[in-house]
């Protein structure tokens, strides 16, 4: 069976220390995978080499059965995979909308040249990506926030429109790195809602995030690393109840304390 994102024995030494060995895992198409583990167990490392931050070691990253290893993450992109970062990585001083541009510039970039002599083809490629940009925004209700900076809006709606610039690139799959990381509980929620919305739309999700409450809402499945490996991987309240995991977040008192 051909998964939509394949991942084979990814590995990463830095000097001497592997951050993620041997990792192995699937994501099937219109599917919310979930990554969990303690500070430290290589999550963001691992969507880092898969999307093409950092070259691994050795394994393999595929794409609808397309090895895709090592590409750059604009090159992957253009392949339908994007991420986003643990951080914003919106521009405070642009608008909303010229924010959100830079996505659609990446899944649909004429080239230097024809960008630069407005060549016919650079012309509709671009008022493709102002239509589809403006249907992005309004979707997810930033609309009339459009023309504001980016940096006046609140943090959770820097977040949606950091999902904005990704989903502008036309993805099959989006990694999002710690999507509610500093937003209360209420924003939480709205963001789940609008990765929801984004699966109904078709597009497979990789989420990594600390907040189980969130993850338990959103995943179809949950992988758990653990010092860059794959602990375990399951439905989420099986994999959360799972001692082995709790013994990795709380240690071997606390798993022993919750064993049945």
Not at 25 to 30: A, L
Not at 39 to 45: L, P
Not at 233 to 257: F, M, Q, S, W
Request: hydrophobic share 45%.
């Amino acid at each position: 069976m051909t998964h939509l994102l394949d991942i084979e024995k990814l590995t990463r030494h830095f000097g001497g220390l592997a951050a993620v060995s041997d990792l192995t895992f699937h994501v099937d198409e219109n599917e919310i995978l979930g990554i969990i583990g303690p500070n430290g167990a290589g999550k963001t490392t691992a969507i880092n080499l898969v999307s093409g931050v950092i070259r691994p070691s050795s394994g393999h990253v595929r794409v609808a059965g397309e090895d895709v290893t090592g590409l750059m993450p604009h090159v992957l992109a253009r392949k339908g995979l994007v991420r986003t970062f643990q951080s914003t990585t919106v521009y405070g001083e642009r608008t909303v909308r010229e924010n959100a541009m830079r996505g659609a510039y990446l899944g649909m970039y004429p080239g230097a040249v024809a960008a630069f002599l407005n060549t016919a083809r650079a012309r509709r490629l671009r008022e493709e990506s102002v239509r589809r940009v403006n249907e992005l925004l309004e979707w997810l209700n930033l609309a009339d926030v459009a023309h504001l900076k980016a940096g006046s809006l609140p943090y959770g709606h820097q977040k949606t429109l950091g999902m904005v610039i990704s989903l502008a690139a036309q993805p099959r799959i989006i990694m999002l790195d710690e999507p509610v990381a500093g937003l209360s509980a209420e924003e939480a929620d709205h963001v789940r809602d609008t990765i929801l919305k984004i699966r109904e739309r078709g597009i497979t999700v990789v989420v990594i995030d600390h907040n189980m409450r969130f993850m338990k809402g959103l995943c179809d499945r949950v992988m758990v690393m653990n010092q860059g490996h794959e602990l375990t991987t399951g439905l989420p309240l099986e994999v959360l109840a799972n001692p082995l995991v709790i013994e990795a977040y709380l240690g071997r008192g606390h798993a022993a304390a919750h064993r049945i």
